[in-house]
């Protein structure tokens, strides 16, 4: 059964770092699967925020570039995405997905940011 879980968020000031985990337990072959961070901001649609293909292709969504970081560790089942000079337009909560046999989401981790 695929369980995926994310954690690392809290309420940090503004040009501080969070970094958030992804784990996704379940998978055979993690490595061979598109990993996403997404989040959603009350009153908002989810966005993309970055992806890590299996070749390691990233996308990131224009306004988090030079800002955020998304890596993976195959061994672990885990998705990274390390997030610096945060913004309060960055407070959201944080989903983490995977398109394994279906999309899988986790349930999300809060990220606020805020003096």
């Known amino acids: 059964q695929v369980q995926v879980v994310e954690s690392g968020g809290g309420l940090v000031q503004p040009g501080g770092s969070l970094r958030l985990s992804c784990v996704a337990s379940?998978?055979?072959?993690?490595?061979?699967?598109?990993m996403g961070w997404y989040r959603q901001a009350p009153g908002k649609q989810r966005e993309l925020v970055a992806t890590?293909?299996?070749?390691?292709?990233?996308n990131y969504v224009d306004s988090v570039k030079g800002r955020f970081t998304i890596s993976r560790d195959n061994a672990k089942n885990t998705v990274y995405l390390q997030m610096n000079n945060l913004k309060p337009e960055d407070t959201a909560v944080y989903y983490c997905?995977?398109?394994?046999?279906?999309?899988?989401w986790g349930q999300g981790t809060q990220v606020t940011v805020s003096s």
């Open positions: 890590l293909t299996s070749g390691y292709y990233i």
């Open positions: 997905n995977v398109n394994y046999d279906r999309a899988y």
């Open positions: 379940g998978i055979i072959a993690f490595r061979l699967y598109t």
